[in-house]
């Protein structure tokens, strides 16, 4: 049986508890391919748990994760990459000796499959093309001419951007980006912004991120959590106007208007 709608990853009845907690608990959402989908709650909804189901960092309790109707729910997180999933985190994790060209050099040749190991042998030609992969991505984000810095001396502002370009050198069809944002100053998310506006269709992005003028600005479907659950996902005017929405955040976070 065939799924006629577009949807790229859908997550069923997915559970996450740490003990008796529930971070996450049975939450169903789906994600449109090609849409820049936002999730946004309160500080603790379980925004970066439900990520980490998703990028397989975190082994779902219970429920089922779908990409393209596969189900990935217990596949490691190099397979699901492999498949077309890549994430920046809430914690960086750069290779922060290694200079900024590297390190999207690394993710590029992972891709391509043109082994990266110690001391292993990387086919010339394979390099050749990552590495002007590696310079086109970092012209996009933002960052010619910071190719031979190491990643450590760069701004945090800086290391976000890296760390999108990064997660683009693996060739993503789903993009997670955990408050890419985070540290930046108006001027770094105003272009982080339009990069993420930019980025190609097949390119879905699911974006967790505590500014919501970003959100709105960005997003053409949004989800709310709350305390572990899914409140709605509907459009960016359909969830600024839900009462729910509003009694959820109203007095629980500092978001602003
Ligand atoms: P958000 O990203 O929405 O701010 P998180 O997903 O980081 O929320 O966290 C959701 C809840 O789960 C928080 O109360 C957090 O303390 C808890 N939590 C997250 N990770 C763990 C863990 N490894 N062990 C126990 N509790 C955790
Ligand atoms: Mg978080």
Do not use: W
């Amino acid at each position: 049986m065939t799924d006629p709608a577009p949807d790229l990853l859908r997550l069923r009845g997915v559970s996450k508890h740490f003990g008796s907690f529930r971070a996450v608990d049975d939450v169903g959402f789906t994600v449109r391919a090609g849409a820049r989908h936002a999730v946004i709650g309160p500080n603790g909804a379980g925004k970066s748990t439900l990520f980490g189901l998703v990028s397989g960092t975190l082994a779902a309790t219970a429920g089922s994760l779908l990409l393209d109707g596969r189900d990935v729910t217990r596949l490691p997180v190099h397979r699901r990459v492999g498949l077309g999933i890549a994430a920046t985190f809430q914690h960086s994790s750069l290779f922060l000796p290694e200079t900024v060209l590297e390190n999207v050099l690394l993710a590029a040749l992972r891709r391509a499959g043109a082994g990266t190991g110690p001391g292993g042998r990387r086919k010339a030609g394979a390099r050749a093309a990552a590495t002007a992969r590696a310079r086109a991505l970092l012209e996009r984000v933002g960052l010619p001419g910071r190719h031979d810095v190491p990643a450590a001396e760069l701004s945090h502002g800086e290391r976000r951007q890296l760390e999108v370009a990064v997660a683009l050198a693996t060739e993503p069809r789903l993009l997670l980006l955990d408050e890419p944002a985070a540290g930046m100053s108006p001027a770094e998310t105003e272009r982080l912004t339009r990069l993420i506006a930019a980025l190609p269709d097949e390119v879905t992005v699911l974006l967790i991120e505590h500014d919501l003028d970003m959100v709105f600005e960005l997003a053409d479907t949004v989800t709310v959590m709350h305390l572990g659950n899914h409140l709605t996902t509907g459009s960016p005017d359909e969830v600024r106007a839900s009462a729910e929405v509003q009694s959820a955040y109203l007095g629980t976070t500092e978001v602003s208007t």
